[in-house]
């Protein structure tokens, strides 16, 4: 499995800052060095870590490819979760997951046949499914409220060291496993590195563009339900904005806004970084409001190494040319 | 040009040699192609081309730039479909839509621009597009295996098959494409002008191979060049395109390289020779002025590094042709002269009143065209949907673009001043449109090409540089362009035009440089200008460079 | 070959579709508003929806000249905010309103002046760039106010020149609506009237082309962004007016808001067409359409997504991109 080894390095970076946040956040906050609070930890980062990985499948089709309607979809997850279901008495695991897959499957398809059919700019595209879902969620859940069921809320806990949350992770990472076991994440990275190379290779870029799309809505719906277990209940102001912090955790990741470039784990481990900050700031207890400056600033800073990271790519590449 | 009598005067070879009296036409072939026809807007790129290829030989395809080979090319891969016309591969007809289909038929192409993932692997490049969307066809070790066997056969052995594409020199890199063609079952392998990215020993080695593949009587390559030396030296039979229609077929071993040559040509091509002959267009060109003062100084001018520097001179009103194969860096030369790119060695000087100024001489890349502009020099690029027109906007704002400055005070567009010039611009270049607040995109492709040369034209520029500005563009429109561009010489204005039409460079220019592997190779002019020096010196046949020089 | 029909029935669609798609809809909207809404046809509930759309009107004029860039401006519900609740701060310190609006138009042109300096340096759609802007400047706001916590008064003639049925000297308008066709006035004539404008048709249409005539595109960047963050700040101060107090939420709604009023208006989000007229429909559009659903009883959000869905329907009709095989 070559590709892992590959991928990691340019997520290289990332497991740098991971280290480095970690041990700044420790200096502070005693409950990183206790592994008993490290459920609570992980709770809080897993809604930014999915973001950032239902992200990835989008940018790395290339071509201006993103997704916008990432944070809206998990808010919506978890309105109709929190809203629809388990307010009205379902609290069947069995039948949440199945709709939260669902609602994630056919938003992503959407937007996949936006942007791959249709041929809209995936900004444009996922900007209007962006305003569609998180006014859906408001229509779903007017005001926020509710106790997330017991199945769900048991992996704010944790086994062991093993924080419950990572349950999500894992599912994600083993999508992906099996999606990196097939030709599929060939067929992506080559459709985001030069969809004309792909093209006429013979890759059926639509498609490759249409399952990245509905891929990124499926984990963007897990995301949602792991973002109910955070939440402990259901908000429908909770999750447009991580989309921005989505976006910054890819850039951190090291996957190139470009397309073609980075993988899912190193989305992962931006989106986690983008979390140590976070936790950082509100560590050394700035007010909300310098948290929201700050988010601000990380923002600019990940797009800006990135741009600057794939500066330094292109004259590498220039100059072995 | 009448083809008709044309392709009666060459098919006799082709019948001689056995082969069918209709060149589309052939018993048994692989691949043939009846009347196919492709226009793409105003272009008409083939009408009712015709092509054969047999089971088991090397077919060129040769023509002069904008004969219709890559339109060919795209068709049979694919990439595109034609308007009429029927492919048909081993007997049964065949359509793609698609090249995920054209390579599940058989037809596999390598193209000239290097088309790879530089991200990715080289193992992933050689098999990209080879799977179905999830479905992967091979192991890993399979791929391994196969990749290794078809890159070494192609001179890339030991080469570590994880590395990043990118840090391939760009010659690798198509082999890389190549191999990715050669990994999977194929019949037909389409070389478009691929082996330009490669050096000499790799060009031999590839034909090498493809003489072996080939020799077992099933597999076929049909190859599009521009190097002559290529085809004579590699190929089984020769298909000749002149304007999208098939001119001529013959067997390689019985034909002359001039005769082939003058087919690419056309019967003009042999004639057009003498200056101000009768004909359609009368010659334009300018005399050289005595004693013109100097305006635009090349000297020492590496274009790409390790080209050969070249100087160049042009005076007042001179107009100068430049002849070259695609991608034999003229185009580099016109935007270095523009100040767009910089020379990688060497100075372009713009003199004004004894005065030279170096274009480049500002640190700052983006001010290197301002600087060009300021000297007056000034550029019409090719791709004028890319590069040219504002499509949504009318042809009076397409027009004053560059111009705003001197037409606006405080900012403010100096409306009637500005409706003037460019109701000028329109008569005088005899733009077809319903008038100056049509769109532009709503025009003809030679009117908006008019609108583009106009909109420099009203900047009062000392030195007009323009690349291959009659692509693409109607007879009407291009004798109207030519005469433009004659009345503007007439003035003073030096003049840089590069034309694939090299009888266009004939009629107008006094002068013709050719441009060959990243350099000026000859400057033609008087009694050694012909459309045959031309030809040979784009080509780089020696014989006639070393009499042309 | 059903490619070429396509591209033929899109071309139609583009040239007379469009154009008339924002007029049916104010008209059928305005008569959908006037049958189902009882007293929606008098002199003061008309004027009422004129001032709510000379407000969007006003926040959606930078929007319009960025997407006609080519780009976008999130960060102008930021700016809102900040004009709203700086504005009310600095009356509660006793600033004389004139200071207090060229204070806060120099911030904001500063503000704009940075987010297209960052979009171009770093080479990242200004989308992100503008996100992130908007976020630092709210939050930027809400940490010197505390959250928002002020409470003073702009002058009376500010807050009666917002109220529906004030006037403006001798014209029966109350001042918002003659600002609001004063600036579109403007506007109207200078996208095309001047330099500036004309550049702007040109770099958004073909930026390539725009580099290669030469056209100044940094400044022309500066200058849109600055506009937008300019117009997104006076805005936010005729939101506090218009409210009466300084509010942190009021000014959210605007991101989805202006960014509808400019595409239902038949503006590309390709950039280089459309303009201020079409945005003004828009606006109608957009303010028709909350008012006919909150007349039936329908929430801002039952809006929002019928907005959504239709930016969604109006770019697939004219924006699409080229199919990859016209790029070999």
Sequence with gaps: ?321 | MSTSRDTAAYTPPAEANGAAARPGQLDGALLSVESISKRYGETQALSAAQLAVAPGEVHALVGENGSGKSSLVKILSGVTSQDEGTLTLGGVPASFRTPAQARRAGIVAVFQETLVASELSVLDNVFMGNDGLFRRRHRRTAELAQARAALARIGLQSIDLDRPLWTLTLAQQQLVTIARALVQPWKLLLLDEATSALDIDGRERLFEVLAEETRGGELSVLFVTHRMDEVMKSSDRITVLRAGQTVGVLRTADAELDYVLALMAGESGTAAAAVGEEGETPALRVAPRRAAAPVLELADVVLKPGATPFDLKLSEGAVLGVAALEGHGQADLLRCIAGISRPAEGTVLACRDGISADVHQSRVRSQHAREAYRQGIVYVPSDRKKEGIFPGLSVLDNLIVPSLARLSRFGVVRGRAAARQANDAVRDLGVKTAGVRAKVGTLSGGNQQKVVVGRWLLTDPRVLVLNDPMRGVDPGARRDLLNVLHQVAEKGVAIILYSTELEELLTLCPEVAIVRDHSVTHVLSGERLTMDALIAGMFGRPDHAEGAR | MLRPRASRAQTLVQRHGVDAVPWLLVIALFIATAASLDGFLTKPSILSVLVISALLGLASLGQTLTIMLGGIDLSIPGLMTMGNIVSIMLAQHGWPFLTIVLTISAVAIAIGTLNAILSRALQVHPLVVTLAVGLIVAGAVLTITHGGSVNGALPEWVVSAISPVEHTWFIPLPGVLVAWIAVSALVLWGQRGTRFGRLLYAIGSNPLAARLSLAPETVVWVGVYQISALMAALSGILLAAYSGSASVSVSQPYLFMTVAAVVVGGTSLLGGSGGYGRTILGVFVVQLLTVFLLGQGFSTYVQGTILGAMIVLLVSIYGRDQHVSRRI
């Design chain 1, 1 to 321: 499995m070559r590709w892992r080894l590959a991928e990691s390095k340019y997520a290289v970076p990332a497991i740098i800052g991971i280290v480095v946040l970690w041990i700044a956040n420790a200096a502070l906050d005693s409950a990183f060095l206790s592994a008993a609070q490290w459920g609570t930890l992980a709770a809080a980062a897993i809604p930014f870590v999915l973001a950032a990985m239902a992200q990835a499948p989008a940018i790395l089709s290339g071509r201006g490819g993103i997704d916008l309607s990432v944070g809206p979809l998990m808010g919506l997850v978890n309105a109709i979760v929190m809203g629809g279901l388990v307010k009205h008495g379902t609290s069947s695991a069995v039948v949440i997951v199945l709709v939260a897959l669902g609602i994630g499957l056919a938003a992503g398809f959407i937007n996949g046949v936006l942007v791959a059919y249709v041929r809209i700019p995936p900004i444009i595209a996922t900007l209007g499914t962006y305003f569609v879902f998180a006014s859906l969620t408001y229509i779903v859940m007017p005001l926020s409220g509710g106790t997330a069921p017991h199945w769900l809320s048991q992996l704010h806990g944790q086994w062991g060291p093993i924080p419950g949350v990572t349950a999500f992770f894992v599912v994600v990472v083993a999508i992906w496993l099996v999606l990196s076991s097939t030709s599929y994440l060939r067929n992506l990275l080559a459709t985001g590195s030069d969809d004309r190379a792909a093209y006429t290779a013979g890759v059926d870029v639509t498609r490759v563009r249409l399952v990245a799309y509905t891929l990124g809505g499926v984990i963007a719906a897990i995301g949602g339900l792991a973002l109910t277990v955070t939440l402990g209940s259901g908000d429908p102001g909770a999750g447009p904005a991580f989309t921005l912090y989505a976006i910054a955790g890819a850039a951190l990741g090291g996957l190139s806004l470009g397309g073609g470039r980075g993988g899912i784990l190193g989305a992962a481990a931006g989106g986690f970084i983008f979390f140590l900050t976070q936790n950082l700031l509100t560590a050394v207890n700035i007010s909300v409001f310098a948290l929201q400056i700050a988010t601000g600033i990380v923002v600019l800073v990940a797009v800006g190494l990135n741009s600057i990271g794939s500066y330094i790519g292109r004259r590498q590449a220039t100059s072995a040319a």
